[in-house]
């Protein structure tokens, strides 16, 4: 028995500093998440594989496009400024800086566990997303110029899954420290709305296909809720520890 405690202390020490709420119906939230996300990004995953989504990816990219003019994007010019910036939100580096405040933040204030959770969540996720790329290997469009420099591969969008995954996972450990139920909703909701203009801006840019970016979202999103769902087995996993 006390070799059971000590492992379990061992191992859940990871989400120690973790506020632990009380079962409510979150988790089953995050389960469903978790299941329509990944259902989602094989359905799509399939249909691109099998070419039965290209024209509906095209119809959809050529709605960012002026009309009879593809080459040309909707908007006056300020717009698409405005679209290569917020794209950049979903880069690597930006991901990298706003990942290194958070967990600084945890580390000067001695919260060892949730610093570490945060870069193995978002880092496991990026690597699952640069893999996923490789496997589909589905190349970028070439209907128009792209107005972003880009050197990967398309399926699934790097940018929207990554941002999700990112964003989503920081902002769940932020609520975690919050007691106000406006500032958690607050947070999770520009978590969101992060995720959804990155990931729409790709499309608008030129340089992901509709398709690219939904199965980002949706891989993303359910790649978020099984790390939450893994903290939430830890910490139960901790509780019974203590109490047994």
Known sequence: MHRRSAAAETVTS???GIRHRPANIIPIVMAAILGLGVYGFVAIADEVAEGEMAEIDERLFLL????GNPGQPIGPAWLQETAVEVTAIGGYPLIILTLAAVVGLFLVTKRYG???????????????????KLYYARPR????DHLDVIHTLSFPSGHAMVTTIAYLTLAALVVRFVEDRRVRIYVISVAVFVAMIVGLSRIYVGVHWPSDVAAGWALGAAWASLSWLVVQLLQYWRSRSRNG
């Open 141 to 144: 469009p070439d209907l128009v």
């Open 14 to 16: 990871l989400v120690k």
């Open 64 to 67: 960012f496009r002026e009309a």
């Open 114 to 132: 949730p610093a570490l959770y945060a870069v193995l969540a978002v880092g496991s996720g990026a690597l699952l997303t640069h893999y996923l």
